[in-house]
């Protein structure tokens, strides 16, 4: 049984060293997340360098290895726990840590190496790693829910919330089993401690696949926001308002309603352009942008379509209320107080808006409506600029 408890450290160790150089690899070559990979792999050095103290025959001392090596392990855990904060920017409760640590720290010099008090030692050190593992789950679950669904973020975190619960069955069970049993101690050969390392392999093991899965979503969500995003204003780009013009068609072929489409212009942007110059062209594009997403609805798709044209999708939205809407965009654009220098920028916008009847909404075209919105917002720039132009022409006579 010793020799078996021996190999099951020894694969620990190992383990945790390829995991730990692999974290080591990606936090040198990946911008994401490199903090939170760096937390990972010193989990991984904790993990290994516990293990490999977990085996006999080392040249050292067992008043030192056996303190060293329970609070490696602890160490670790509270690594992994803040690395999670770290890569889902929460809360990474560093004071609950650090007094837990003092308090673990402090009970390993107060209890000592008496083999009466093993069970204290049990107690004290199963108790703390299962309580910030368990911790750790729940706020990853917590966490994820804001980027997956509850499963996938149970599922996620269930390595974790696994391992926490055991972990606080073996304190619990340090108070009824007998201060020299040796399930109380890996070192010793016994069936309870090779099921703990068994344990403790496929869990680190599992929790790796599970890290290293998050981050693989989170490059995948990235890389589809790239895509999806216009690179100066961080506004959806014209293939993402494609897109969402196909998935609002998908939803009203289900729930018929009024849908209205806005096309928004620049009032003399080229002007502006020529005279601020480029940089401020873009800062001015850059502040627009945030100012149409800050003002329009939760449910409203805003879009850079071109240079200086913006859309917005307005579902189950009324002629009253896309003129409404619209308005409510061009007055928070005329109010904003951009400068250059000294001098105040006058920034305004032209809006065309065309709305989709509920009553003929399976028989419109989107290309129909963003073109009738073209003509709008002709009229509006026509009409002086800075101002709203709704098409009220009646949707059989845009398609004949």
Known sequence: MN???????????????????????????????????????????CIGLGSVLFMPGLEVPLALS???????????????????????????????????????????????????????RALTLSSAIGWVLLRGGIELVRGLTREHSWAAALTISLPMLLLGAALMGRAAAALVVPPQSPMLDLSQPSSAGTGLLLTALLVFGTTQLMLLYLVIMRLVRRLREVASQDPLTRLLNR??????????????????????????????????????????????????????????????????????QFGVLLSDTDADGATEAAERLRQAVAGLNLRVGEERVPLTISVGVAVQPADLALQLSFSALQLRADEALSSAKAGGGNRVQIDRRPVSLVLA
């Open 3 to 45: 020799n078996v408890n021996n190999t099951l450290l020894a694969v620990l160790a190992v383990q945790a060293a390829l995991c730990g150089a692999g974290w080591w690899v990606g936090a040198a070559t990946l911008s994401l997340s490199r903090s939170a990979a760096l937390h990972w792999m010193g989990l991984c050095l």
């Open 66 to 120: 056996l303190p060293a090596r329970n609070l490696l392990v602890l160490v670790g855990c509270m690594l992994l726990r803040r690395g999670n904060a770290l890569f889902l920017r929460g809360d990474t409760a560093d004071l609950e840590q650090a007094l837990l640590l003092a308090v673990a720290v402090l009970a390993m010099l107060l209890i000592g190496m008496e083999p009466g008090e093993q069970w204290v």
């Open 239 to 308: 293939r993402a308002w494609m897109l969402a013009l196909q998935a609002e068609r998908v939803r009203m072929q289900r729930h018929p309603c009024a849908t209205a489409m806005a096309v928004i212009d620049i009032d003399g942007f080229r002007h502006l352009n020529q005279r601020y110059g480029n940089a401020q062209g873009d800062e001015l594009l850059q502040q627009l942008a945030r100012c149409l997403e800050e003002t329009a609805r939760a449910t409203d798709v805003v879009a850079r379509l071109g240079a200086d």
